[in-house]
T-cell receptor, first 115, second 113 residues
């Protein structure tokens, strides 16, 4: 069975601070996909990134960066120089391959960025 | 812009009165999903369609049903809403199950009086 753990529940930072959101996953599959989604107060889930299990390269997109480490089953997300607009709930999710696969979400991390 | 559109944004219904939520997509994706999300929780998958093939989650109550009359539209029917069904309902689409990211609509917030 697949599982995603986001141990942090709430994080509060001051604008311009860097913040890292942790994600640890469990799966028995060798092929799987990891995702991060952002859910701002308005409610829609916004897709941020997908990583497949064969691609351990870290990724940077503007102020966002992701660190995927299979050795520790982690897929952490760092926001550099945080801004108030980054305030949201962030979900890490895992999907396995196959017709019966579904997205397993972590419980989410509420990030508050104060001015 | 191609997108997933949910209507209405807010829905109020009475206890026991059937309600239908709608979702449409312009992405031409094969898969459409319905999730229920309660306050401070992760989204919970209710069911999904792969083309016309309906896939129900084992723990989805019988009170919840879905229809997909064509590729673009999918409906969530709640036959007899109870107070516990008050939640945000999210529709999502993807081109494939598993490997492809899901694209979500803005959600419909359902209140039960």
């Amino acid at each position: 069975a697949q599982k995603v753990t986001q141990a942090q529940t709430e994080i509060s930072v001051v604008e311009k601070e860097d913040v890292t959101l942790d994600c640890v996953y469990e799966t028995r599959d060798t092929t799987y996909y990891l995702f991060w989604y952002k859910q701002p107060p308005s409610g829609e889930l916004v897709f941020l990134i997908r990583r497949n299990s064969f691609d351990e390269q870290n990724e940077i997109s503007g102020r966002y960066s992701w660190n995927f480490q299979k050795s520790t089953s982690s897929f952490n997300f760092t926001i550099t120089a945080s801004q108030v607009v980054d305030s949201a709930v962030y979900f890490c999710a895992l999907s396995e391959r196959g017709a019966n696969s579904k997205l397993t979400f972590g419980k989410g991390i509420t990030l508050s960025v104060r001015p | 812009d191609a997108m997933v559109i949910q209507n209405p944004r807010y829905q109020v219904t009475q206890f026991g009165k059937p309600v239908t939520l709608s979702c449409s997509q312009t992405l031409n994706h094969n898969v459409m999903y319905w999730y229920q999300q309660k306050s401070s929780q992760a989204p919970k998958l209710l069911f999904h369609y792969y083309d016309k093939d309906f896939n129900n989650e084992a723990d989805t109550p019988d009170n919840f049903q879905s229809r997909r009359p064509n590729t673009s539209f999918c409906f969530l029917d709640i036959r007899s809403p109870g107070l516990g069904d008050a939640a945000m309902y999210l529709c999502a689409t993807s081109n494939r199950r598993g490997s492809e990211p899901q694209h979500f609509g803005d959600g419909t917030r359902l209140s039960i009086l």
